[in-house]
Nanobody, 118 residues
Framework: QVQLVESGGGLVQAGGSLRLSCVASGSINSINTMGWYRQAPGKQRELVARITSGGSTDYRDSVKGRFTISRDIAKNTVYLQMNSLKPEDTAVYYC????????????WGQGTQVTVST
């Protein structure tokens, strides 16, 4: 079993920055993809960025050039650096660790609120 704890959310003005962190406890040997998702009120949860065990990254178009996902394997931690934040980035951000080939390995954090004011 893997437990995920996110931190780093908060209130920031448009144009500002935040860094989200997600620390995993438990065995993550079966995990091959780590990602950040977000869900705004009244909208579906959407993928923001992901990074594979091999280090490949993928971003949704609206955050390319502004957000950077990274990981610290020794600390079992994945980060999301968010720069040039916009009001439309406001959402609850969730960390996800999964194995894309084995469905039972799919873990979520509790979420952290990010609010970007104008």
């Amino acid at each position: 079993q893997v437990q995920l704890v996110e931190s780093g959310g908060g209130l920031v003005q448009a144009g500002g920055s935040l860094r989200l962190s997600c620390v995993a406890s438990g065995s993550i040997n079966s995990i091959n993809t780590m990602g950040w998702y977000r869900q705004a009120p009244g909208k579906q949860r959407e993928l923001v960025a992901r990074i594979t065990s091999g280090g490949s990254t993928d971003y949704r178009d609206s955050v390319k050039g502004r957000f950077t996902i990274s990981r610290d394997i020794a600390k079992n931690t994945v980060y999301l650096q968010m720069n040039s934040l916009k009001p439309e980035d406001t959402a609850v951000y969730y960390c996800n660790f999964k194995n894309i080939y084995v469905r039972k390995y799919d873990y979520w954090g509790q979420g952290t609120q990010v609010t970007v004011s104008t």
